[in-house]
Each structure stands twice: as C-alpha cells, then as structure tokens.
C-alpha cells in the first residue's frame, strides 16, 4: 500500500513571447505510515526563449535553503520540469472582474481597479463592502502601491510616495497541500496592512482550484479589520509577481503576525 504522496502547485507569470518569468511553486509531502509531513516553498526568476525556460529556483524546506540552475521545457501549455509536468489549471476567482458598485462616469475598464494606464496590475478586485483594492507596480517593480477605496478615487494610497516605496513593504508565502498563502505588508506605527492572496484546493479530486483574496489591518499583533474581495480581476498578474523584488521576511504563520 503506497503511503506516501506528494503534491505541488506552481504560479507563474509568463509571457507569450520570449522575455522575463517569474513565479511561486508550493508543494507538500506526506507519509501516512510515518506519521511525516513536511512542505517547501520555491521562487523562481528567468528568461523565456522560444519553448523553452532558464530559471533559477531558490526552494526552502524545514529551515534548509537549495538554490539550483534548471531549463524546463513548455509543451501545449503545460510546463516540464525535471520533476514532472504541470499541467495549467483554471482558477475560479480570477476569470472575470467582480466589480458591480461602479459609477456611470467611471471607467469602461475597471478591471484595472485603481492602477493607472502606465502601472502594472498585481493584484484588484471589489471588497466586500464595496470599495475596490488595488496593488500597483510601475515598470519593472521600481515603485509599488496599495489603492484602497470608491472606484472613481481611492481614499487611501500607500505608501503615499513613489520614491522609496517599495523598500517599505515586505512579502512572504506559506505554502501548504494543494495551494498557498501569499501576503504583502506595509507596517506604519503601531499599525500593518496586509493584502493576501490564497490557492485554495478542493481536494485530490478536484483539478480545479479556488482563488481568494482580501486586505487585513492589524494594531500591534491584534486583527482589527479583514475585507475579503468578492472574486479577483483577470487583469492582475499576482502577488508572486513581486518575489524578487520586494524584500522576503516572515512577518506571518497561521496563527497571525509574528516578530
């Protein structure tokens, strides 16, 4: 009887032509008999050519960090690596734009929420109470954003200033069986914003997997606020587009934020 299993999913934005990857890939192993489980988190940064990708996978598991050089191969949209084949998986959640509270002088195209024509989408979508949350970056990730607020104007932009913003924000991924947890902060005084942005999977069953996203605001350690978004927009590229960039601190576990 086989006991062991394993699992991983990858994240990764790449282009139709030859140009900059990057991506997330999260995975778990588990041994029943053993009573042994453990999971790995991996960035990976490189170039596409043609059909084929050079990437660089850095991968931290149980405190150990493995870095490694690999050329992986795109085969009918599904990514071969030295590992196995990845196969591309719909993601509810961000197949359309779920704004619906937008105002008849607004925008055609909302799905950018509130990121400018000149900035890239990482990540938009309609809270639950409305407003709209969007993560801007500006070409090649040199300055970066967090919108919140009406459509037609945010009432909050931080970190308020383009020069030196994207040194005031941190990131960090728990990865677990079947998806992950990503998270982008800002601490200002005793307060820390939060986007997230969740894979979520409905069983071994289920091919398909579910998409979340939100914002959380904490006062010293204590949640005080979670807005979740109704569904995320198609436009945004994803938090893990920002690993590289923004610096890596494990500022969070399951239990919330830790020092």
Same mark, same amino acid.
């Given at each position: 009887?086989e ?5 991983a999913a ?5 282009p139709d032509t ?5 991506g997330?890939?999260?995975g778990?192993?588990?041994d029943h008999e053993q009573?042994?489980y453990t999971?790995?988190e991996?960035?990976i940064? *490189?170039?596409?050519?043609g059909?084929?990708?050079?990437v660089?996978v850095?991968?931290?598991?149980e405190e150990d960090?493995?870095? $490694? ?6 085969? *009918?949209g599904?990514?071969v ?5 990845f196969?591309?998986v719909?993601c509810?959640?961000s197949e359309?734009? *779920? +704004? ?9 195209d ?5 990121c400018?024509d000149?900035?890239e ?8 109470? !409305?407003?709209?949350?969007?993560v801007c970056?500006?070409?090649?990730v040199?300055a970066?954003?967090?919108r919140?607020g ?13 020069e $030196?913003?994207v040194?005031r +924000?941190?990131?960090h991924?728990?990865? &677990?069986? *079947?998806g992950y947890?990503?998270?982008? $902060?800002?601490?200002?005084?005793? &307060?820390? &914003?939060v986007v997230?942005?969740?894979m979520?999977?409905r069983?071994p069953?289920d091919?398909?997997?579910d998409?979340?996203?939100g914002?959380?605001?904490?006062? !010293?350690?204590t949640q005080?606020?979670?807005l ?7 436009a945004?590229?994803?938090l893990?587009?920002? +690993?590289?960039?923004v610096?890596?601190?494990a500022f ?7 020092d």
């Amino acid at each position: 009887m086989e006991t062991k299993t394993s699992e991983a999913a990858m994240v990764l934005n790449l282009p139709d032509t030859d140009g900059p990857v990057a991506g997330t890939e999260h995975g778990t192993v588990q041994d029943h008999e053993q009573r042994y489980y453990t999971s790995w988190e991996s960035k990976i940064t *490189g170039t596409r050519s043609g059909d084929w990708l050079d990437v660089t996978v850095e991968t931290e598991i149980e405190e150990d960090r493995q870095v $490694g050089d690999h050329r992986w191969r795109i085969d *009918g949209g599904a990514i071969v690596t030295d590992r196995g084949r990845f196969e591309p998986v719909p993601c509810n959640g961000s197949e359309r734009s *779920g +704004f619906d509270n937008v105002p008849d002088h607004a925008s055609d195209d909302i799905s950018r929420g509130h990121c400018l024509d000149t900035e890239e989408v990482i990540l938009s979508c309609e809270l639950q109470d !409305g407003d709209v949350l969007s993560v801007c970056a500006a070409a090649g990730v040199s300055a970066l954003a967090v919108r919140q607020g009406p459509v037609v104007a945010p009432d909050l932009d931080l970190p308020g200033t383009a020069e $030196g913003s994207v040194e005031r +924000f941190m990131i960090h991924s728990l990865g &677990y069986s *079947g998806g992950y947890d990503t998270r982008l $902060g800002l601490v200002s005084g005793d &307060y820390t &914003y939060v986007v997230y942005e969740r894979m979520i999977s409905r069983g071994p069953a289920d091919p398909e997997k579910d998409m979340e996203g939100g914002v959380l605001l904490y006062e !010293g350690r204590t949640q005080q606020v979670e807005l979740a978004c109704n569904s995320l927009s198609e436009a945004g590229q994803g938090l893990g587009q920002l +690993f590289g960039a923004v610096q890596e601190k494990a500022f969070f576990d399951e239990d919330g934020l830790v020092d």
